[in-house]
């Protein structure tokens, strides 16, 4: 009805609170024991990123030895019977994940798009968990989240490539595609960002729905930072 909600994964205290923007708890999601066998006999719940779509919550547990996307209703704190993925140690096996690090919603085709951090490659599922498509990046990357805007994806990297240059962000094309980077520390000196955990497109509208201007907003992980880069659109 018009009111905002956080979805907010605690991956230390193995849950997921559901908050409204003003700070009241609307519901709180523990462990989905009742899914499979792995939460079932005791595995952990790590949940790393969340992400809603058609009225249901999905729920990336990256930080576990599970690695499964699951399916929630948030109004209710109720664990629905969808879970998908999965660990895998191999890179080139689809549908499952070395570290399920972010999960996002693509407006541009409906697509679930998952970070898979360890095999440093985006995954793209439908809303029933099925593996549709994957993104190769340059290996040793290690995405950790992927952002949206008119069909461009926008990925935060926690190393370069091989882990020997600092993080960047990665500029894909609706095909996939490698068509650009901002590297905060090589482009703007920011010493703090040899590590990027999240990259966002930030848009801002004038009243009529035209894009005025369009940034990039990205955080720096260990010790921490916050950068606001303006994009200069031509």
């Not at 849950?15 to 006999?41: H, I, Q, T």
């Not at 998908?84 to 689809?94: L, P, V």
């Not at 440093?120 to 990357?141: C, K, M, T, W, Y």
Request: glycine share 12%.
């Amino acid at each position: 009805d018009g009111e905002r909600f956080l979805a907010l994964p605690d991956n230390e205290k193995h849950r997921v609170y559901l908050m409204s923007d003003e700070g009241a708890l609307v519901s709180v999601l523990e462990s989905p024991e009742a899914l499979n066998d792995y939460y079932g006999m005791g595995g952990a719940f790590n949940p790393t990123d969340t992400e809603y779509a058609d009225g249901k919550l999905y729920v990336a547990d990256g930080y576990s030895a599970g690695n499964y996307i699951s399916v929630a209703n948030p109004w209710t704190g109720e664990w629905s019977q969808k879970v998908f993925g999965g660990k895998t140690s191999r890179a080139r096996e689809y549908g499952r994940f070395g570290t399920a690090h972010g999960i996002t919603l693509n407006p541009y085709n409906g697509r679930l798009s998952v970070a898979d951090r360890a095999h440093s490659r985006i995954q793209d599922f439908d809303h029933r968990g099925v593996f549709l498509n994957n993104v190769a990046l340059p290996e040793g990357s290690l995405p950790c989240d992927v952002d949206f805007f008119q069909g461009y994806a926008l990925v935060g990297c926690l190393r370069g490539p091989a882990g020997q240059t600092p993080a960047p962000c990665y500029i894909l094309d609706q095909d996939g595609d490698l068509v650009g980077e901002v590297n905060p520390k090589r482009d703007f000196g920011l010493e703090l960002f040899t590590h990027i955990h999240n990259a966002a497109w930030k848009p801002l509208k004038a009243d009529n729905g035209s894009v005025e201007k369009l940034y990039i907003l990205a955080t720096a992980w260990n010790p921490g930072g916050f950068a606001v880069i303006e994009v200069e659109r031509r």
